[in-house]
């Protein structure tokens, strides 16, 4: 396995991120810390100068394994859930934007938040078949660029639908496509899974990704999840991509990501 840390490439109100004000100097922190790779949140890829982010990326040695998407929707509501299909058609083209962007790196393209959450007044069905549709289309742009996507289950206190590794899995297997994959984020799991152990060994078909956080979404070891565990556990069903740490900037930036750094390494990651 290997280590990355969420930079996002500019200024955000999203809380969960150690680094996001100076891209290129967090970069090189990054690097100087010992991870192998920083995963890059990003709001639109349009409002990017994309060859000065791929020569700093390329000018730390560093791999980009995924591409956060999050933001669309914290910052400017864009979701494949939101009844308004003019919303839904622009998520579709963010995403599509972001794909164009991932393939410079190779790297997967997580939809998280970005599916929106479903609003009072609308039937449950109605707003999944919305994201189905999202999805497909998404994916099948993707597939021209060799890229893949990964849906991330995310805790009920931020989103109504897909909140479990299973409930995942089951939506997955209705959007009925080869290039979608799950994202395993052990904040979210950590509220909605009986067994974190035993989800991430039910989901083995399906890993693509995984999130780092601690219980109360600091650094790993700042509070009461186990990692030694959870490292043994993604090395029992053989996962071998990227554990990427997105936490709280606590104390500090500096200080949360190099805590990640030691204790990754100190687990074995």
Not at 111 to 121: F, M, P, T
Request: hydrophobic share 40%.
């Amino acid at each position: 396995m290997k280590k990355s840390i969420v930079v996002s490439t500019q200024p955000t109100k999203f809380s969960a991120l150690a680094f996001k004000e100076d891209f290129e100097e967090s970069i090189k922190k990054v690097a100087d810390l010992g991870f192998d790779g920083a995963e890059l949140a990003v709001r639109n890829p349009k409002d990017l100068k994309v060859d000065d982010v791929i020569n700093i990326i390329k000018e730390n040695n560093l791999e980009v394994p995924a591409i956060g998407t999050g933001q669309a929707y914290g910052e400017e509501g864009l979701s494949f859930s939101d009844p308004d299909e003019t919303i839904r058609k622009m998520a579709v083209e963010r995403i599509n934007d972001q794909i164009v962007f991932a393939s410079h790196f190779n790297a997967q393209v997580i939809i998280g938040l970005i599916r929106g959450i479903i609003k009072e007044s609308v039937n449950k069905t109605e707003a999944e078949e919305w994201t189905i549709d999202c999805l497909r289309k998404c994916t099948e742009f993707a597939k021209e660029y060799n890229i893949g996507l990964t849906l991330e289950p995310v805790n009920r206190y931020e989103g109504n639908f897909i909140n479990t590794l299973n409930e995942g899995i089951e939506f997955i297997k209705r959007v009925e496509v080869s290039n979608l994959g799950l994202l395993a984020d052990t904040f979210h799991m950590n509220i909605e899974e009986v067994s974190i152990y035993d989800s991430i060994i039910q989901a083995k078909d399906y890993i693509t990704h995984v999130h780092f956080a601690d219980s109360n979404r600091w650094a790993p070891g700042c509070g009461h999840l186990d990692f030694a565990k959870i490292i043994q556990t993604l090395k029992k069903i053989g996962y071998q991509g990227y554990v990427s740490a997105e936490i709280l900037p606590f104390p500090d930036p500096d200080s949360c990501a190099r805590l990640t750094a030691e204790t990754l390494d100190k687990i074995g990651c």
